[in-house]
């Protein structure tokens, strides 16, 4: 339905996990949810078709996107987790190390910049071992922002969201459990999907570090992130209650059988005889 | 003929009886004097008959004929014409008070037709009365209005505005206002003229509740099986019962009183009573348990099984609707493929599970006598659009998609055959449901309209796209045709393959 279904990789996912090619997902016949979010579960600007379900992550995004208006908004679990069930235990590396640190994107210019050295050099004084920056898209391309970073680590990028459906990174998923799961923290100076991915794959979270906030950004709404999941929010936190929030906003626990996802989906027409039968 | 009969009137409403009624008065004591006064069935009239001397008291002469071509006592006419003076052992009003007077003389109400009664039992006696509650479950969904009735007998259609006791506090008060002690108490469901349950409010309180409220809400589903009705009559009954309000919202109220003095032997009568043939008890065991016998057995039919412990637990129906409403996932799911593997012939309606601990849920049946019946996910997605209940996926609004989805959710495959219209599972003739389902229907024809004109917008918004790209692989061939055969030619025929590939991108979206 909408192009935001494939941001990520999210629908070639849901596609393998449902026993369909992974490499054509199925029109999903709705809105998946392509990142966390404290709004309807649907990403801001997204033109919404009345009557089309949105599959949000967790129970609460339900509840408050049904508060909002949205009275179609059916719980699947974040895409995330799904991968995770794909992944081969093989997969996780022997040991792990370091932090993943992903600095909050969208900032620009010269005077965050002097905001943002400070805020490198916060994560080296907090951090042990050794830190991996993962830069979103743009600023990874951004050869000046890129090298700011190199300065203080290994800098990586997890690939492209992609955009109307085309130049998506269908590995980006993959890439991010891959490099989740060699690092022992995962870390941000502000609470977003890549932390509760990062739990899931096993990392001790941490968010702390100047939020930078953005020029007009709605600042009550950020500043109510952090009064709702104090639990999140620190540079050591209490690991199980942060491991109980960061899951149940995954929406764990409610992932649907490939079966009811491909009906929900519309996908059921999709599947191949073989898995029919 | 005693004054005031009726010579051409037949009742129009069905008189009292039933296999529930013909097992009430056989308990009570044989060999004396018994007057069934107000309209009960040839049958029970013989189950007294072959006990004890029975006379009946009846205002329709035609009626009176017919009981005495068959050879039983009557006294035709109005209650307030009996000049019998405590001459009966047991009076037996099962068809309540409202049908005791004619269209002639005073118009008793209910105080004064029991203080009639009671004149004509001797000290000692028993009355077996029934009082219909007008705030039953019976009358909360009836379409129609009890004090709009159009019956030839309805010639002072009082409904609720009458002034028999509204609950059995008060029913037993007016009784001990008359000298009559209450012995035994009961509610009948779901009709009080033929109840097909018989519960004490005791069992009602303390017995197994929720199983109690499945068979409530399993008596009272039968009896409307095929009727219109303002509102779900299982929903109300089960939940009245589990709330504890069982007694308030029963269709009537069953008592066994007796004059002073005490006769020496009383009438004891079970807990609960359930049969609309054959007759079952369900009665505390030794161990707290509640047991089902089968006291009384019907021709045809082998109800052997449901001998034993009544099996404890909720029904499953409400626990998925439970589960629906609060969105609960995970339970739905453990519930759903729970369920199915367990028993994947009974419809919820029949099922109870018992939740002892968090992870094993035990699946019964309520009752082992009813058929198989197949397609039971679809008439439970059926119960869920039609009754207009929340749950997780409300954007599947057709019967298919949703079967699909339980049907994933329970673990089978989700490709579930289509059925043809008209065949689907049927619906309950709810005036309260088809409300749901004509929002429902509006919801969605609003949403398919606003879909639609996104799609206008989306096709306008291509088009212009395509005709942009028209022109720029327009402008791209003259080029080639003015650079044809050199390197630009190359370099052009290039740039139409950029355009071209373009263009098939946005057609690829549209599709």
Known sequence: MHHANHFYGHAHVMAEYCGLDPEHPPRINGYLQHGWNVVDGLGAGTPYVPGRPIFVWSEQTRRRSWSMGRRQATVVGAPFLYLLTLATPSDEPVERSGTIWYPFHGWEGQHIKGDHQRLVDEILETEDGPVTFCLYWHEYRNDRVRAEYEKAGRVICHGYRGYMWRDTTREFLHNQLAELRKHKRVASNRLSSAIFHGVAAGCEPAVYGDPMYLDKEDRPTAERVRRDWPELHGKHLDLAAARATAMAELGEGYLASPAELRAMFGWTAYLPTAVAA | ?511
């Open chain 2, 1 to 511: 003929m005693i004054g005031g009969e009726m010579p051409a009137f037949v009742e129009d409403d069905p008189a009292a009886g039933g296999a529930l009624f013909a097992y009430l008065v056989d308990q009570l004591p044989a060999g004396g004097q018994v007057l069934i006064a107000g309209p009960h069935d040839d049958a029970l009239v013989d189950a007294v008959a072959a006990r004890s001397s029975v006379t009946c008291l009846v205002r329709s002469q035609p009626k009176a004929n017919e009981l005495d071509a068959r050879g039983v006592e009557v006294l035709c006419g109005t209650l307030s014409k009996i000049t019998d003076v405590e001459r009966y052992d047991v009076v037996v009003a099962l068809d309540g008070l409202g049908r005791l007077c004619s269209a002639e003389g005073p118009q008793y109400d209910w105080a004064e037709s029991l203080q009639a009664l009671k004149k004509a039992l001797r000290p000692g006696g028993t009355l077996l009365l029934a009082v219909e509650n007008e705030l039953g479950v019976h009358r909360l969904v009836d379409l129609a209005s009890a004090t709009s009735a159009q019956g030839d007998g309805a010639w002072l259609p009082l409904g609720e505005f009458d002034t028999k006791p509204g609950n059995p506090t008060r029913l037993a008060g007016g009784l001990a206002a008359e000298g009559l002690a209450v012995d035994w108490l009961a509610t009948a469901w779901p009709s009080p003229a033929a109840p097909t349950l018989i519960a004490t409010p005791n069992a009602l309180q303390d017995g197994p509740v929720d199983a109690l409220a499945a068979v409530t809400a399993g008596a009272v589903g039968k009896a409307y099986a095929d009727r219109a009705v303002l509102s779900d009559p299982r929903r109300l009954a089960a939940a009245a019962v589990r709330g504890g309000l069982g007694s308030e919202f029963a269709a009537a109220w069953l008592v066994v009183a007796h004059r002073a003095p005490r006769p020496a032997s009383t009438v004891s009568l079970p807990s609960v009573l359930l049969g609309d043939g054959p007759v079952i008890e369900i009665a505390p065991g030794l161990d707290g348990d509640w047991q089902r016998r089968v006291i009384r057995q019907a021709p045809g039919r082998d109800l052997s099984t449901l001998n034993g412990p009544l099996p404890a637990g909720r029904l499953l129906e409400e626990l998925l609707l439970g589960a629906a409403l609060r969105h609960d996932l995970p339970m739905l799911r453990r519930l759903l493929s729970g369920w199915i593997a367990a028993l994947p012939e009974a419809t919820p309606d029949n099922v109870v599970v018992h939740q002892d601990s968090p992870s094993e849920d035990v699946y019964r049946l309520l009752d082992p006598t009813l058929p198989a019946q197949t397609d039971v996910l679809r008439r439970f997605a059926q119960t869920l659009l039609g009754g207009g209940y929340a749950h997780p996926w409300p954007a599947a609004t057709d019967l298919q998609t949703l079967t699909s989805i339980l049907h994933g959710a329970a673990g089978l495959p989700d490709t579930v055959p289509a059925v043809e219209p008209g065949d689907e599972p049927p619906l309950p003739d709810s005036r309260r449901e088809h409300e749901e389902q004509l929002r429902a229907l509006r919801r969605q024809l609003a949403d398919a309209a606003s879909r639609s004109e996104w799609y206008e917008r989306e096709l306008d918004r291509r088009e212009k796209q395509l005709r942009k790209r028209d022109k720029e692989l327009d402008r791209a061939r003259l080029q080639i045709s003015a650079f044809s055969g050199t390197v630009s030619y190359r370099v052009a025929k290039l740039g139409v393959s950029v355009a071209r590939k373009a263009r098939n991108q946005i057609r690829k979206g549209l599709s």
